[in-house]
């Protein structure tokens, strides 16, 4: 795992975290992980009960026929809505070429655990409600 994050929501921690071939371009299978704590430190364990530290995790992003690779989710946003948004990247199939893109998912919340609709890069998205002051 790499490219982790912690992100904190109520009184849980969730560790997110890339596996997977990351720099293959169409054929990366680069993913984002996860798993909840109740303390910063772990163990972080899994939806079923299973510690990450002895490989186990769920999924929140994988690829699809659109989008190779997604991963190295670099940050989590909560916008001016409380809704919290994903950024990672991915390779476009359709020209991988072009190297990895930005990529930006919003994340529901089901009985406490983290979800990206499909568990897939979405190619269109809403955007998150941020106010911006100058």
């Known amino acids: 795992m790499e490219g982790t994050y912690i992100h904190k929501r ?3 921690y969730y ?3 890339s596996n997977g071939s990351c720099c293959e371009g169409a054929n990366s299978t680069y993913q984002v992980i996860y798993g909840r704590s109740k303390n910063l430190f772990g163990p972080y364990m899994t939806k079923e009960g299973n510690p990450m530290l002895e490989g186990h995790y769920n999924v929140l992003l994988h690829g699809n026929e ?3 690779g997604p991963g190295h989710n670099a940050e ?3 916008d ?8 990672y990247h991915g390779y476009l199939k359709t020209d991988p070429d072009a190297g990895r893109q930005v990529f930006m998912d919003k994340v529901n919340w089901i009985d406490g655990w983290p ?3 499909g568990d ?3 190619m269109n998205s809403n955007c ?3 106010s911006v002051s100058f």
């Open 80 to 87: 001016d809505k409380g809704q919290d948004w994903i950024i």
């Open 115 to 117: 979800v990206v609709e």
């Open 15 to 17: 560790l997110f975290g």
């Open 76 to 78: 989590f946003i909560t």
């Open 10 to 12: 109520g009184d849980d």
């Open 128 to 130: 998150p409600s941020v």
């Open 120 to 122: 897939e890069p979405s």
């Open 66 to 68: 659109k989008v190779a």
